[in-house]
């Protein structure tokens, strides 16, 4: 009931409803993620996800899948061997691209860790995406003359 209940709502009204402490809710969260994430199989990931969501936590996901796979406290390049630590079985070589922000951590963590792989910062791209669609806006009003993308 806690599980399910806290897909919908904030654990402190989880534990208001249940009668718990919110420490204790969290104690039983993550008994069942850690629980579903041993069962998870990562062998036909091959494009990796890796950003800072919270303060000094940063989550691994799988972008085909949709789905976090992992979450390390700091932003040095040891979260790097944590993950590897715990998921041994995974073959780095299969990780195509690595989608990441340019911290010199993650950089110098994936290319320790994934150096088979090709590094691509999202936020890069969706800047270059934007920028090029506002140059056609503008161009499209008569404003600017339209501006090759490179």
Request: glycine share 4%; charged share 30%; hydrophobic share 35%.
């Amino acid at each position: 009931m806690i599980a399910e209940t806290s897909r919908e709502m904030p654990v402190s009204a989880v534990a208001r409803i249940v009668g718990i402490g919110e420490d204790s809710v969290w104690r039983i969260l993550k008994h069942y993620v850690d629980s579903a994430r041993e069962k998870i199989d990562l062998l036909d990931m091959d494009i990796m996800g890796i950003d800072e969501f919270s303060v000094e936590k940063h989550h691994v996901y799988d972008t085909k899948n949709s789905r976090v796979v992992d979450i390390e406290e700091g932003r040095e390049s040891d979260v790097f061997s944590r993950f590897h630590m715990k998921h041994l079985f995974l073959d780095p070589n299969n990780i195509d691209h690595i989608t990441t922000d340019m911290y010199l951590s993650y950089t110098s963590g994936t290319r320790e860790y994934f150096s088979s792989s090709r590094i691509v910062d999202h936020f890069q791209v969706i800047k270059i995406i934007n920028d090029a669609l506002e140059r056609i806006r503008t161009g499209m009003t008569g404003s600017n003359p339209v501006q090759k993308v490179s």
